[in-house]
T-cell receptor, first 113, second 113 residues
Framework: NAGVTQTPKFQVLKTGQSMTLQCAQD?????MSWYRQDPGMGLRLIHY???????DQGEVPNGYNVSRSTTEDFPLRLLSAAPSQTSVYFC????????????FGSGTRLTVV | KNQVEQSPQSLIILEGKNCTLQ??????????LRWYKQDTGRGPVSLTI?????NTKSNGRYTATLDADTKQSSLHITASQLSDSASYIC????????????FGSGTRLQVQP
């Protein structure tokens, strides 16, 4: 049982480049979300989805896009990377927004130069 | 503003000793409080989850307590092991609202031999 799989684990981008962070889960979870973790700060919610075809913004959505075409996948897109987006990104999933079974991926460390 | 404050920011203890980590929150309305363990380079992993009606919850050598009246929680680690070295994150869930989880910035624990 893989749980939540994130790729890539590490990425370096130049300012202005675009890329997609991948997230997949095999637990049939309805709820998926993306967080960023910066030094000295708690995880902050970027975008979330309550099911296929449904997405919504979190606390810090600017500069990021998401889509949810299937239950399993929830990619995060950076359209034009900026140094302020240097961070560690975590994808998480659960049966519901407030469920006990909240599972995190292992993270993607992104550096924008 | 909903906040979660953790103390201390960092802590060093000797193997075999006990320690207690603190979490104060102002999140309202409150649904539940969770403690996560995050190893370096990994995603957070759930240790305990408590609703407002629960005072204590244990998971092996980890015991979490909750005082919903004073909005305080603690995580007690008994007979620490080297593998306990990690960041411990307190997360409080709103009863409703799209920003469902508010994360503390964590306590970094280092257990030395």
């Amino acid at each position: 049982n893989a749980g939540v799989t994130q790729t890539p684990k590490f990425q370096v981008l130049k300012t202005g480049q675009s890329m997609t962070l991948q997230c997949a889960q095999d637990m049939n979870h309805e709820y998926m979300s993306w967080y960023r973790q910066d030094p000295g700060m708690g995880l902050r919610l970027i975008h979330y989805s309550v099911g296929a075809g449904i997405t919504d913004q979190g606390e810090v959505p600017n500069g990021y896009n998401v889509s949810r075409s299937t239950t399993e996948d929830f990619p995060l897109r950076l359209l034009s990377a900026a140094p302020s987006q240097t961070s560690v990104y975590f994808c998480a999933s659960s049966y519901g927004r407030d469920a006990v079974g909240y599972t995190f991926g292992s993270g993607t460390r992104l550096t924008v130069v | 503003k909903n906040q979660v404050e953790q103390s201390p920011q960092s802590l060093i203890i000797l193997e075999g000793k006990n320690c207690t980590l603190q979490c104060n929150y102002t999140v309202s309305p409150f649904s539940n409080l969770r403690w996560y363990k995050q190893d370096t380079g990994r995603g957070p992993v759930s240790l305990t989850i408590m609703t407002f009606s629960e005072n204590t919850k244990s998971n092996g050598r980890y015991t979490a307590t909750l005082d919903a009246d004073t909005k305080q929680s603690s995580l007690h680690i008994t007979a620490s092991q080297l593998s306990d070295s990690a960041s411990y994150i307190c997360v409080v869930s709103l009863y409703t609202g799209r920003r469902a989880l508010t994360f503390g910035s964590g306590t970094r624990l280092q257990v030395q031999p």
